[in-house]
T-cell receptor, first 112, second 115 residues
Framework: AQTVTQSQPEMSVQEAETVTLSCTYDTSESNYYLFWYKQPPSRQMILVIRQEAYKQQNATENRFSVNFQKAAKSFSLKISDSQLGDTAMYFCAFMTAGKSTFGDGTTLTVKP | GAGVSQSPRYKVAKRGQDVALRCDPISGHVSLFWYQQALGQGPEFLTYFQNEAQLDKSGLPSDRFFAERPEGSVSTLKIQRTQQEDSAVYLC?????????????FGDGTRLSIL
């Protein structure tokens, strides 16, 4: 069974600064995908960034980037130039064969 | 439609009643997923369809939970003889292809409260 652990229940960052959210996972699968999702207070989950496990290059999406360490089973999210609109709950997710496993989330607050 | 639509947005039922939750995926999306999200936790996988075929139902908590997608589009999650521990937000998501790196598009969810 897959498990996903987000060890930081809550984090805060000043506007325009950089913050890193951590995620570790455990699996025996070799072919899988990793995602970060954002869930604002309105509740709809939105994809932030995705990574194929077979790719060594870290994914980037504008201000969002990941540090994927496959051997360590670590998948952290870095948010640069934080904006007030980044305030949300962030979920790390692991997917294989159509089935997703989510962590319990990190609540990020961006302070003005 | 523009996105995944779920109805009702809120549902209150008495313990022991049956409930049905509806999900309208994005048109043309092959895959459809149901999740249960308890307060303050991440979504828990319930079941997954590819077109009308239910490929994985390993996450359904008990035989009181039943999901269907008879025509490969709209899906219904039914919970029979509801219990208080069924109270949660039920999320539906769809993706254009079967799993993989294709992103899932989520609906707003149905908040179910069992009294």
């Amino acid at each position: 069974a897959q498990t996903v652990t987000q060890s930081q229940p809550e984090m805060s960052v000043q506007e325009a600064e950089t913050v890193t959210l951590s995620c570790t996972y455990d699996t025996s699968e070799s072919n899988y995908y990793l995602f970060w999702y954002k869930q604002p207070p309105s509740r709809q989950m939105i994809l932030v960034i995705r990574q194929e496990a077979y790719k060594q290059q870290n994914a980037t999406e504008n201000r969002f980037s990941v540090n994927f360490q496959k051997a360590a089973k670590s998948f952290s999210l870095k948010i640069s130039d934080s904006q007030l609109g980044d305030t949300a709950m962030y979920f790390c997710a692991f997917m294989t064969a159509g089935k997703s496993t989510f962590g319990d989330g990190t609540t990020l607050t961006v302070k003005p | 439609g523009a996105g995944v639509s779920q109805s009702p947005r809120y549902k209150v039922a008495k313990r022991g009643q049956d409930v049905a939750l509806r999900c309208d995926p994005i048109s043309g999306h092959v895959s459809l997923f149901w999740y249960q999200q308890a307060l303050g936790q991440g979504p828990e996988f319930l079941t997954y369809f590819q077109n009308e075929a239910q490929l994985d139902k390993s996450g359904l908590p008990s035989d009181r939970f039943f999901a269907e997608r008879p025509e490969g589009s709209v899906s219904t999650l039914k919970i029979q003889r509801t219990q208080q521990e069924d109270s949660a937000v039920y999320l539906c998501a769809s993706s254009i292809l079967d799993g993989g790196i294709q992103p899932q598009h989520f609906g707003d969810g149905t908040r179910l409260s069992i009294l």
